[in-house]
């Protein structure tokens, strides 16, 4: 503040870093003038047919893929942010033609989430971005999860095999009989051998909707 007996003036500034830019702010107060301006600084990326924003870009940037939403991601273990609604994060500030370690907190997962790895090293060019994916290949299945019980209504064993669509992978039937299938399809036959025999159980999932579909109990029919 400063002024005499005719005028009396304020002032102030602002800068904030947040992370998908920086903000500088700046008032001018006065019996005679009011004056506000602000600066935004950031950065703009076209990846993936998406375009992404975040802090400046100086050298060379990271987009990480995690798959899912508000996970928490690090560059060289510091925290850098939370993934957006689509899974991804874009980190600046990347040093090119040299290892950047980045990765995520498995914790943020949600439940059956399907990732290779949560780490990983990578070296981005000059001015340039490079993508780490963590997704699994099986991100895009069905994933189901069901209580198996026979004609009886008695819960399968747990460390019953169980068999999904004929394929040579095996899957443990886990305590009250829960099984969790993934699957490329909306149709599955589940197959089960177990101390009395075999049994099997067809599942439809139809038209209903979600990342993850819990179907409670489910007959396993005898062959």
Same mark, same amino acid.
């Given at each position: 503040?400063?002024?005499?007996? /005719?005028?009396?003036?304020?002032?102030g500034?602002?800068?904030?870093?947040m #992370?998908?830019?920086d903000?500088?702010?700046?008032?001018?107060?006065s019996?005679?003038?009011?004056?506000?301006?602000?600066?935004?600084?950031?950065?703009?990326?076209?990846?993936?047919?998406?375009?992404?924003?975040?802090?400046? @870009?100086?050298?060379?940037? =990271? =987009?990480?893929?995690?798959? !899912?939403p508000?996970?928490?991601?690090?560059?060289?273990?510091?925290?850098?942010?939370k993934?957006? #609604?689509?899974?991804?994060?874009?980190?600046?500030?990347?040093?090119?033609?040299?290892?950047?370690?980045?990765?995520?907190?498995? =914790?943020?997962?949600?439940?059956?989430?399907?990732?290779?790895?949560?780490?990983?090293?990578?070296?981005?060019?000059?001015?340039?971005? *490079?993508? *780490?994916?963590?997704?699994?290949?099986k991100?895009?299945?069905?994933?189901?999860?069901?209580?198996?019980? /026979?004609?009886?209504?008695?819960?399968l064993?747990?460390?019953? @095999?169980?068999?999904?669509?004929?394929?040579?992978?095996?899957?443990? *039937?886990?305590?009250?009989?829960?099984?969790? *299938?993934?699957?490329?399809?909306? #149709? !599955?036959?589940?197959?089960? #051998?177990?101390?009395?025999g075999?049994?099997?159980? !067809?599942?439809?999932?139809?038209?209903?909707?979600?990342?993850?579909?819990?179907?409670?109990?489910?007959?396993?029919?005898?062959?």
């Open positions: 503040m400063r002024g005499n007996d /005719d005028n009396v003036a304020f002032s500034s602002v800068d904030r870093i #992370q998908k830019a903000l500088h702010g700046r008032a001018y107060v019996d005679h003038r009011t004056e506000v301006t602000g600066r935004l600084r950031g950065a703009v990326s076209f990846h993936s047919g998406e375009l992404r924003f975040g802090r400046r @870009i100086e050298d060379a940037f =990271i =987009i990480v893929n995690a798959g !899912a508000d996970v928490t991601v690090y560059h060289e273990n510091r925290n850098v942010g993934t957006d #609604q689509n899974g991804r994060l874009m980190i600046s500030g990347i040093r090119s033609y040299e290892p950047n370690s980045v990765s995520i907190n498995p =914790i943020d997962l949600p439940l059956y989430s399907t990732v290779n790895q949560v780490k990983r090293t990578v070296i981005a060019s000059a001015h340039s971005g *490079v993508e *780490v994916n963590f997704v699994g290949k991100a895009n299945y069905k994933q189901i999860s069901l209580n198996l019980v /026979d004609a009886s209504g008695k819960q064993a747990p460390g019953t @095999i169980a068999k999904i669509n004929g394929d040579d992978e095996e899957h443990i *039937v886990g305590y009250d009989g829960q099984l969790f *299938v993934l699957t490329k399809t909306r #149709q !599955a036959l589940i197959t089960v #051998q177990h101390q009395n075999s049994c099997v159980s !067809a599942i439809d999932l139809g038209d209903k909707k979600g990342p993850l579909f819990d179907l409670g109990e489910t007959v396993c029919s005898k062959v």
